[in-house]
């Protein structure tokens, strides 16, 4: 079976950046799976006024399934592919089986059975003010923004989901400082994931 750690936090926190350096240069031994491809699609809804960032917006019975046959290797394992400027699935990809799977996103954790179906819940902890400053500059570098979009979506939707996220914090099993750099914990992070592979006989 695989191992299966779920990375949460809220967002902007830094959980996309952590499982990109947990996974570095091991890339045929770990994958990521991210809550974004699991999106339902905002429908007739205006884009602008959809809450993307509502438990209701994700297919959570999908990412359970996802996640069992990660733990299990099962394949083959469809993974949504979720075009975010469609606001719609396009089609479906396969994931290769693993030994590590990185489950990460900033609210599907809120649901219960998605935290009991990994094995580990990593929290990156970020102070919100820290937090919407480094989703502002990404928001517009990444998503081509403007300081307006990503302000008013905040207030709306984003800030309401980053207090329930706060909540999952205590239920989490390893906590994980960045407001500055978290790059030794990833490293310490790294050496634990190797050795607990090492103790399941992955190796």
Not at 64 to 80: D, G, T, V, Y
């Amino acid at each position: 079976m695989a191992l299966v750690i779920g990375v949460t936090g809220i967002s902007g926190s830094g959980k996309s950046r952590l499982c990109s350096l947990l996974a570095e240069g091991k890339e045929d031994r770990i994958t990521v799976l991210c809550q974004d491809s699991f999106y339902n699609g905002c429908g007739s809804i205006d884009p602008d006024v959809y809450n993307f960032d509502d438990l209701s917006s994700l297919d959570l019975e999908s990412i359970i399934l996802a996640i069992h046959n990660c733990k299990n290797k099962q394949q083959p394992n469809e993974i949504p592919v979720y075009d975010h400027a469609q606001h719609k699935r396009v089609g479906y990809r396969n994931l290769a089986p693993t030994d590590v799977v990185l489950v990460e996103g900033h609210m599907m954790f809120q649901d219960a059975a998605i935290r009991d179906a990994v094995d580990y819940l990593l929290f990156v902890d970020t102070d919100m003010d820290i937090a919407i400053v480094r989703r502002l500059k990404r928001d517009i570098a990444e998503r081509a923004r403007n300081v307006n979009e990503v302000t008013s979506r905040y207030m709306r939707h984003v800030r309401q989901a980053s207090l329930k996220t706060l909540d999952i914090r205590e239920k989490a099993d390893f906590i994980i400082p960045n407001n500055k750099s978290f790059t030794n914990a990833a490293n310490l992070l790294s050496s634990y994931i190797d050795s607990l592979l090492y103790k399941k006989g992955a190796n």
